[in-house]
């Protein structure tokens, strides 16, 4: 069994469009892969229609932008209630506030010589629903200023980067409870990723726990072998999922294959059958795994 449980699609920062990652992933001989585009479900229909054409497990999912401690940190939630009215509100506000940062980074951009116009970044975004920064920095690209994303990050885009820009991010406390509300399970993505420099403790991830969040992405690109082995304690500690996840985004990321990191078999059992209960005491209608 091989079991992938984060990939982005079209949808979000991924390039392919959402029935084309769930293809390429069966084709590849996944059994289960999750989409899980950031702040959107957008993809899930027509990611489900591919599923059961193509005979692979999908889990149906999406990470959330959260701010937690003045940290940027990501959310894995699995199988909520799409239309449960908090969490449409709570995404739609990050979602206003990843459009209303694209003018103001261009804005930067702008200053320092570089223009490129909303029209052009909406161009390379294509119906994204949620665009950001990597859809900026393919504009760039496009244009010849950059190579490719890594750098229009490196030398741009990331936070102390002139062309930097904050956005809103939903309060991570309240969105794990809100998957919950919905009926779905919430896992922290890449909880020592690079992009979490300070990191997030052990005493965190257990208040964390203690409030609902049934698992941690250990398996994860940005994290080393030593990492890996800490999380795995913390999380066997704790009780919490383990999971390993590819975080795929098509060309826009590189060493992010599809299967590149697995979910242990037992660890995803674990995983659907929490989803059960939540959506069980949610008395919600949360998608079902759709099946082969
Ligand atoms: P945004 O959602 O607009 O804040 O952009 C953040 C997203 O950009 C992350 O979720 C990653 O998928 C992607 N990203 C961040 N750093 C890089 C990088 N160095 N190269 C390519 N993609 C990146
Ligand atoms: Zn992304
Ligand atoms: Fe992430
Ligand atoms: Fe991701």
Redesign the pocket.
Known sequence: MRIDLHT?SRV??GTQPPDEVIRLAAAQGLDVVALTD?DTTDGWAEATRAAAETGITLVRGL?I?TKHNGQGV?LLGYLPDPTYPPLVEGLQKVLDG?NS?IPAILERLNELGIAIRVDDVRQVAGDAA?????HV?DALVDRGVVR???Q???EL??PGRPAYVH?YAAPLVEMIRIVGEAGGVAVLAHPWGR?APAGMSPEDIAGLAELGLVGLEVDHQDHDAASRRDLAAIADDLGLVRTGSS?Y?GA??KNHELGCNTTEPEQFERLIALASDAAARSGRRTPELVVP
């Open positions: 982005h979000s920062d950031h990470e932008s990501h990843r940062r949620a665009a950001g920064r990597p920095a490719d994303r890594e229009a990050f490196d885009l990331s956005r992009h975080d985004h826009g990321k």
